[in-house]
């Protein structure tokens, strides 16, 4: 009979912990993770610090939380985005009624993709002169506003550089209205395609190492993308390399 009453009341104990977690209610954080690859060849110093660890630890996800995560990677090459990557992990409502294994195999597979994904970068033939920047990024930053996602990281590896028709830095013109007027090269920007005017909970993080030869146009560029973004809410980081 005592026993019968211990199970009963492990049973309760069971029941109500269970019904704390509603399953009909998102009570997992969504990090969803875009990264865009310039393939120039000034571009190659800063792909030699990608690493797929560093990008697993942006999602905290592991057996022992709910957490979710969404990957995507692309190459910067036309106007369009063309993701070469794109997969998620799938989070859970309730880590009692889910299945350990289960979440442990899910959670293995999603870090091999990356690990794939970072492999096909780091083989990638980085030798364009230049390429269009600007219209993949602001795709990608436009998409990300519209996500519900409780974190939003974008990463550039990037050198800024933009070709296109209508503003190519190849162009004296170009390089000193950078130099003298950066509200003109935003304003060129902003015309060929407007930012959304809400960037609230985007994280964007430009990574490049600068030589002699491209030094002055990115310190100058990176400063014209920060503004933009950062006074529409969102937030900008210019690094070597990727420092959550």
């Known amino acids: 009979m005592k026993k019968i009453n211990y199970l009963t009341q492990l049973l309760f104990m069971f029941l109500m912990l269970?019904?704390?977690?509603?399953?009909?209610?998102k009570n997992y954080q969504t990090t969803e993770l875009s990264v865009l690859i310039d393939i120039t060849s000034s571009n190659v110093p800063s792909l030699k610090h990608i690493n797929s660890e560093e990008l697993i630890k942006v999602f905290n996800i592991n057996?022992?939380?709910?957490?979710a995560g969404i990957y995507r990677q692309a190459f910067l090459t036309e106007t369009f985005l063309n993701y070469t990557h794109q997969f998620l992990l799938k989070g859970v409502s309730s880590l009692l009624m889910s299945n350990s294994f289960d979440r442990e195999e899910e959670i293995k597979v999603f870090k091999n993709k990356i690990n794939d994904?970072?492999?096909e970068i780091q083989q990638a033939k980085m030798n364009r002169p230049s390429s269009s920047v600007y219209v993949p990024l602001c795709r990608e930053l436009i998409r990300l506003s519209k996500s519900n996602s409780e974190r939003k990281i974008l990463l550039g590896y990037t050198d800024l550089k933009e070709n296109s028709d209508y503003l190519s830095f190849l162009s004296k013109s170009a390089r000193n209205d950078l130099k003298n007027n950066p509200q003109k090269i935003e304003t060129y920007?902003?015309?060929?395609?407007?930012?959304p005017e809400d960037l609230t909970g985007i994280v964007m993080f430009i990574f490049h190492e600068p030589n002699e030869n491209d030094?002055?146009?990115?310190?100058?560029?990176?400063?014209?993308?920060?503004?933009?973004?950062?006074?529409?809410g969102g937030k900008v980081y210019i690094q070597a390399n990727l420092l959550l």
């Open 117 to 119: 994904a970072v492999l």
């Open 63 to 67: 057996s022992k939380n709910k957490n």
């Open 18 to 25: 269970s019904s704390c977690e509603d399953s009909s209610v």
């Open 215 to 232: 030094n002055f146009i990115f310190k100058r560029l990176s400063r014209v993308y920060k503004s933009m973004i950062e006074k529409r």
């Open 189 to 195: 920007l902003q015309n060929e395609m407007p930012l």
